[in-house]
């Protein structure tokens, strides 16, 4: 779904206003940890803040909304670059700037079920799914095996 820069600065303002944003899932790029549907909380955050493994929701230059895993941040002729990457994503999104970061997930519900982030369930998917990179293209061939295969 795309979304113009009005509805974005709407995106931000609530945080800032509210303190969060509740947001449905869409896709499949961030499973296991987030699936379709599942309702994903999004605070504010600093970009100097976040850590290697965090879920930042952003938007792209094409006008999606994503929430993608923090990698890393590189400086380049005095401009800070962000490196992002959906779980289940083969490559990395394009870089973004500083002021395409809507925020930070901090809790996905799921059904009934509220999970946080800072939980070790969390951070220990984190830390795998960066240290490990072939189980980004396992988790796209069980996805891709899944929708072919699914009764």
């Not at 962000?82 to 996905?108: C, M, R, W």
């Not at 240290?131 to 293209?137: K, N, T, V």
């Amino acid at each position: 779904m795309l979304f113009d820069q009005a509805t974005v600065e709407l995106f931000k303002s609530t945080i800032q206003k509210e303190g969060y944003i509740i947001l449905p899932s869409m896709g499949n790029s961030m499973y296991p940890l987030i699936r379709q549907g599942n309702l994903c909380r999004f605070v504010s955050c600093e970009p100097e803040e976040l850590k290697k493994g965090d879920v930042v929701l952003y938007y792209s230059e094409m006008g999606q909304i994503i929430a993608h895993r923090f990698i890393e941040m590189k400086s380049t002729n005095y401009m800070s670059y962000y490196y992002l990457k959906g779980d289940t994503n083969l490559g990395f999104d394009a870089p973004i700037k500083e002021h395409q970061i809507v925020g930070k997930l901090v809790s996905i519900q799921k059904g009934d079920r509220n999970v946080h982030s800072g939980g070790i369930a969390l951070d220990l998917w984190g830390k795998l799914v960066i240290a490990i990179p072939p189980l980004s293209g396992i988790l796209r061939k069980y996805l891709n095996w899944k929708t072919h295969y699914q009764f």
